[in-house]
């Protein structure tokens, strides 16, 4: 029988009224087998989320401060959604452990953990399937890192024997079988680490939005939602910031070759963003989005015959490296080359990297921009479609946009495009539109 993963975020499980949707999704396909929670998100705006309670919780337990009252609060949320649903369920033993536990002072990873345990434990019993602890199947090693080995034989060696199965999001165990958590958003992981173990033939994750947008719907009004991404384009859009999926979820089922679908729990009707290795199917568009980040700056290196000079910019490289600075970009001309590095990391190294470079290769005129923003538009159409660059160009300078830098990768999977910061949201506009607007 084909299995599929099915990951619900917090929004997804913040009330009864959202367990009762997930319900009805889960049941819908009898493949929908292995269930991973996140804790009970936000139920409004301004609503806190279980996770960010416990932090909370947990340090007033560390100040030696009273956490009961806290505590309690807490245990409300999950029993509204107990008595909401109408389960028989109680949780008192288990928030007398936690509070235990807080007054030994077993870690914010363990205390934060709970909100997936406990959301697991309660969403187990109102599907009816068997409760994992993820604690007995996600191994961290000393380092931090999830031991992928061996987590991943215990995956299997467990659900192997069970047909349907809710297992937590978000933590594990180091060996000593102390709790740990993944960074925020892990939930994520959790589900892609089950998912890739046990081949699974799709990993769906269920969050509150459509899929993966085009663009940013802070800048553009109701952007479209992209349809079929390939792993790559992923990458390169999260990078420059677009988010939807914890970054680290993308490499255990990548390695596995299985599909991710991003849907949303409050619109199952749509079929959301998949997320791919490779498609031969063509984007709806050239472009398969945009993203873009402010807050960069340039260091421009001007010197007569650096062509020429064996050894140049690997030496201007290795002050950045000295100084403990990533780059993002290095286009370069005949007889100079920029470096686009992040403006807040850069501005503290300043002085060091400026004499730094002055001392490796003298350099005729060393010149400094900032407040720049980068942009790239991505996507496998590109490719095979002439006139792109031309188009993204002829957008910008329509809409009046100096662009301060262009470098399109030899994979021709994206351009990036330097802008002034204050150009940033006008120029997305303007791509977006001679891609998308134009063609609707
Ligand atoms: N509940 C955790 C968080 O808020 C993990 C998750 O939702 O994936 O970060």
Redesign the pocket.
Known sequence: MMKKVVKF??SSLASPEQFKKVKRIVTEEEVRRYVIP??P?KRYAKDT????LLYQCYDMAEQGKDFLPFLKKIQDRFDEIIRGLGLQLSLQKEFQVIAEQFQKKAGSDYA?SR??YLNGRVLAEYLGFEFVDAADLILFGEDGAVLLDESGARIRACLGQKEYAVIP??YGSLADGTIK????????I?GSLIAGAIYADLYENWTDVSGFLVADPRIISNPEVIETITYRELRELAYMGASVL?DEAIFPVRRAGIPINIRNTNAPEERGTLIVESTCKKSKYTITGIAGKKGFASINVDKDLMNSEIGFCRKVLSVFEDNGLSFEHMPSGIDTMTIFVNQSEFEEKEQQVISGIHRAVSPDVLEMESDLALIAVVGRGMRETRGTAGRIFSALAHARVNVKMIDQGSSELNVIIGVKNRDFETAIQAIYDIFVTAQL
């Open positions: 975020g917090g996140s804790a998100g989320k279980v996770t960010d934060a909100g997936e999001g978000f958590t993944f960074s925020r958003g892990g939930s994520d959790t914890h």
